[in-house]
Each structure stands twice: as structure tokens, then as C-alpha cells.
């Protein structure tokens, strides 16, 4: 497999910052409807974020020592794992980052206000979770074989 490339990661963010920003505004100008960024989903992002790194630290544990490796099974799941981390971080970051830059030039409330603090706190886990899924693709990458015959 491939590892993750970081164009690639920048190229979903603002993909979903582009189209939730422009939902979000539209929502806003025409309906006078508010998108909802609950506190609970950076919550449940943190603890994401924290038992991958988790995950991470111990595998890399693990693979420190050369009699106990991982299983080639585990291995695969642990890098697909690596994977759906970081894209699913990339696109909430950047589905983050579209609604605070839509409520960033809305007129000021409470309500917008808080959306704006919760929105940057979700996408500021959502960019740890980008980079603790990286360190833990690059932990169990699998050196290619080379033919030098």
C-alpha cells in the first residue's frame, strides 16, 4: 500500500471546508438556520484521538522488540485503522474549518459565538487525530522488498 499523502489530506480538508462553508452560509442567509457543532462531538473526537495514540504507543512498543512482532493480520488492521484516522480527521477539520469561516463574518451573537469556539476546538482535535493516525501508518509500514538480483 501507498502511505498517506499529506496533499492528498490538504485536498479533502478543503474540500469539505469549501462545501460545509458554503452550506453553512447558504443555511444561514436563506433559512436563518444555525448548523449545530455540539460540544459532545469534541469529545468524542478527543477520545479518539487519545486511544489511537494509545494504540500507537504500544504497537510501537511492541515493535521495538524484535521477538514480539506483530501479526501480519493485526498489522493490516492497525494500518487501515492509520488510514480512516486520518481521513476522518481530515474531513472534519475541514468541515470545521468551513463553519467557522462561514459564522466568522456572520453578525455576532451568542449562539454564532459559540459555534465558533466549538468549531475550532473539534477542528484543533481533528488535526491531532490527522497526526497521531500519520505517526501510527509510519510505525507500521512494511519496508518493500527489493530485487537486486
Not at 126 to 139: G, N
Amino acid at each position: 500500500m501507498k502511505p498517506t499523502s499529506i496533499t492528498k489530506l490538504i485536498l479533502w480538508i478543503l474540500g469539505s471546508a469549501s462545501t460545509l462553508g458554503v452550506g453553512t452560509h447558504f443555511l444561514r442567509v436563506q433559512f436563518s438556520w444555525l448548523v449545530p457543532v455540539p460540544g459532545t462531538l469534541a469529545l468524542a473526537i478527543m477520545l479518539l484521538v487519545t486511544s489511537i495514540f494509545f494504540w500507537t504507543v504500544l504497537t510501537r512498543n511492541r515493535l521495538a522488540d524484535p521477538i514480539r512482532r506483530l501479526d501480519p493480520i493485526l498489522n493490516a488492521r492497525t494500518v487501515a485503522l492509520a488510514f480512516a484516522g486520518s481521513r476522518a480527521g481530515a474531513l472534519m477539520a475541514g468541515a470545521e474549518i468551513g463553519i467557522f469561516v462561514a459564522y466568522l463574518f456572520a453578525p455576532r451573537s451568542i449562539a454564532i459565538s459559540d459555534r465558533l469556539i466549538w468549531s475550532l476546538i473539534v477542528a484543533g482535535f481533528s488535526l491531532s487525530l490527522i497526526i497521531v493516525s500519520l505517526w501510527l501508518e509510519k510505525i507500521c509500514r512494511v519496508p518493500e522488498e527489493r530485487n537486486d538480483k
